[in-house]
């Protein structure tokens, strides 16, 4: 686990394990839509209506929108 997953978090905070940054496959170029996936696996790895807090990590950017499906 890469010390960049950790940073901000609150000790009560846990990492779902095969979803830090380091896991997930690079995203890049100008996109309207865009499946986020973990070693080509888009599933978040939590269970419905688990609450979640999405955190993202970006180079040269901007994030303008996001949508959880």
């Given at each position: ?9 609150k ?13 997930c496959?690079?995203?890049s170029?100008?996109?309207l839509?865009?499946?986020v996936?973990?070693?080509?696996d ?28």
């Open positions: 686990m890469a010390i960049t997953d950790w940073v901000g978090k000790k009560t905070e846990q990492v779902v394990s095969g979803r830090t940054f380091n896991d496959d690079p995203i170029g100008d996109r839509s865009h499946t996936t973990w070693h080509g888009s599933d978040l790895g939590v269970p419905d209506g688990v609450p979640v807090r999405l955190r993202f990590t970006l180079r040269y950017a901007r994030l303008y929108a996001f949508e959880v499906v």
